[in-house]
């Protein structure tokens, strides 16, 4: 059955590791580092996202009912403010929520 497999070192089955064949296993390191980097970015924009929720809920709730209706752009303001605290806080760790999906998902990028 070994045989039959080419184990010279130009041409080995794939994923297989080869004394010659470290360029392939450079390559898959990098493409894992490239897709973890890319999901660790987006579990942030995902956490500042439900942040940016939450705290727009809260100023919300939090307004007094004479203030609520202050003009054509406060909500636009208010809620701009939300989404810039919310991603500010998400970059910086959060809740942890990022963290937990990249703690979650990184294995299976890795292979």
């Not at 919300?60 to 991603?87: C, M």
């Not at 806080?89 to 959060?94: D, F, I, M, V």
């Amino acid at each position: 059955m070994l045989s039959a497999l080419n184990l010279n070192h130009s041409s080995g089955p794939q994923g297989l590791y080869l004394p010659g064949n470290t360029a392939s296993l450079e390559a898959q390191r990098a493409d894992a580092s490239s897709r973890i980097q890319k999901l660790k970015k987006v579990a942030q924009d995902f956490e500042g996202i439900l942040l940016a929720s939450l705290l727009d809920e809260v100023q919300k709730g939090s307004l007094d009912p004479s203030q609520a209706s202050a003009g054509a752009g406060s909500e636009t303001l208010r809620s701009l403010g939300a989404q810039a605290v919310a991603q500010a806080l998400a970059e910086r760790g959060g809740v942890g929520i990022a963290h937990m999906i990249v703690n979650h998902f990184s294995p299976k990028l890795r292979g």
